[in-house]
């Protein structure tokens, strides 16, 4: 699944890339609006945004495919996601409050790598094919 998700999260930020690439002009055309031209210097941040973005999950491909990646169980986790209970699918708010404490990380972006994992998988969504 790790392969599947990496590949589709390359191609999606690839066409980002495109779109932004092709949005230049016309970001570059609204510069002639006075004032400071946040058109054209929120493309080029995005397009930075999404080069690294693509770069990230590239490298974390290269890794996944010589195979040094190394899944190791933690019992901590498994105690508060209880995956068995649940399925692999299922983080309510609660627990993922709990896993911020026990790994004293920042809740707003693991709800939004949460949010990205479930909607990665669903029907119809930019990383399934």
Known sequence: RL??????????QQRLIYFNIVCIPFSFAMGIIPGPNVF???NMFRLSCHVTAKNGARRLDERERQNSLVFRSDAELDRVVEP???GPEVLDDKKIEEV?????LDSVAFTHIDRVRRHSFKKGSPFTR
């Open 3 to 12: 392969m599947v998700l990496t590949q589709n999260h390359i191609d999606l």
């Open 84 to 86: 068995s209970k649940h």
């Open 100 to 104: 911020c404490k026990l790994y004293d």
């Open 40 to 42: 054209l210097m929120w």
